[in-house]
């Protein structure tokens, strides 16, 4: 996302766009790509309920939150792409309020990466999960990535 000082992420957070809904999809190759053709969208608000959830020393995945959501409204798979903008919005919603903070951070992309489109960016996010007991790794030479070391052991179930 780009000039977010601008943008209310708080009106985005509650805006529906006609969520939840089951889209079915007749693409072959989206269908072989997330192994299934009921892909299922939830609004930004669930996101954002669910992230609340986790609890200190605690981590939880996108890709988690996903599966919980396809799981519970008789889908195959959950959007991905709507998925990653929607955990961004809650965050960045979450640093516009006073209160009812969402702890964001615990919530990591697959394999227990940081994410850089939170605020703050990655030094924010590792910050304060090492603040809460976590080891922070560093991969990679050229194309530098950050995780949760060992993530799957803090693993919050959902």
Do not use: C
């Not at 089951?22 to 309920?49: C, H, N, T, W």
């Not at 929607?86 to 702890?103: C, L």
């Amino acid at each position: 996302m780009a000039n977010e000082q601008d943008k209310d992420f708080n009106a985005m957070l509650h805006n529906n766009k006609d969520m939840p809904k089951v889209q079915m999809l007749d693409d072959e190759k989206s269908i072989e790509k997330y192994g299934g053709e009921r892909m299922f969208f939830a609004p930004p608000i669930e996101y954002d309920r669910v992230m609340k959830t986790v609890p200190l020393g605690k981590v939880i995945t996108v890709g988690q939150i996903r599966d919980n959501f396809a799981k519970k409204n008789n889908a195959d798979f959950t959007d991905p792409i709507t998925a990653g903008i929607f955990v961004s919005i809650a965050a960045w919603a979450s640093e516009q309020r006073d209160s009812d903070k969402t702890p964001y951070w615990r919530t990591l992309k697959a394999e227990g990466e940081l994410n850089p489109k939170y605020p703050g960016g990655i030094e924010v996010q590792k910050e304060k999960l090492e603040a809460e007991g976590h080891i922070i790794v560093r991969r990679g030479r050229s194309n530098i990535r950050y995780y949760v070391q060992n993530y799957q052991d803090n693993l919050f179930q959902l």
